[in-house]
């Protein structure tokens, strides 16, 4: 059985950030942001189901579903947001399960789940949660510098997500990403080694 470690954090709590070092340090990553990208990209595996429950107008020209629009009916509309999830969740799952039998070559996998605290589904699927974490304030600043949304609407995102603290107490190992790029991947190094020897361990290949 592959040692799976479920990485998660807030909106730019750093995230990619984290998993693309542990993917340079040789650990296998699956991200479910990128499953899902991928699923509703043009021709992806959930666009057929997307059309008929919220019909042609969330799907653009290029055959992706409609991103920007989705984001504001699931925002405004619960029930919506319900359905899409029914929708998408277990073909995400899904697609998991696969990229994580398929790296079994692989030390250990980086399993990247944004939302892995409040869907509760993953919880039981990792070995370990691992929670990247920063103020607040430093989330805003960085998504506003990376995405050019303004402040207020990075605001009301993180009010959608689980608190910090939430996080927090549901983690096993936390990266504190308060500090900068290098910061984060001395952490990150710490990590993997710890990681290799558990997933060592839990294999039996002491
Ligand atoms: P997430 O995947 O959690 O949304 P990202 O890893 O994309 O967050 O980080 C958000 C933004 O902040 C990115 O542009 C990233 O390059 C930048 N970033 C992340 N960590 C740091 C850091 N420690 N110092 C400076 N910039 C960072």
Do not use: W
Not at 84 to 103: G, N
Not at 120 to 127: D, I, P, Q
Not at 138 to 165: F, H, K, M, Y
């Amino acid at each position: 059985m592959t040692f799976v470690v479920g990485l998660t954090g807030g909106i730019g709590s750093g995230k990619s950030a984290a998993a693309e070092h542990f993917a340079r340090l040789g650990a296998a990553v699956v991200d479910t942001d990128a499953i899902a990208h991928a699923l509703t990209g043009p021709g992806g595996a959930a666009i057929a189901a997307v059309r008929a429950q919220f019909g042609d107008a969330m799907i653009r020209a290029d055959g992706a579903m409609d991103r920007a629009k989705m984001r504001a009916l699931v925002f405004a509309d619960p029930q919506a947001k319900k359905r899409l999830e029914a929708l998408l969740h277990p073909m995400i799952r899904a697609e998991a399960e696969r990229r994580i039998a398929a790296a079994r070559d692989a030390p250990y996998v980086v399993l990247v789940v944004p939302l892995l605290v409040e869907s509760g589904h993953y919880r039981e699927r990792v070995e370990r949660v691992l929670v990247v974490d920063c103020p607040e304030s430093l989330q805003v600043a960085r998504v506003v510098a990376r995405s050019g949304l303004a402040p207020a609407d990075v605001e009301a995102i993180i009010r959608n997500q689980a608190t910090r603290a939430a996080r927090l107490a549901a983690a096993d190992d936390v990266i504190d990403n308060s500090g900068d790029l290098a910061a984060l991947h001395k952490q990150v190094e710490e990590l993997h080694a710890r990681y290799l020897a558990l997933a060592r361990r839990s294999s039996g290949d002491l």
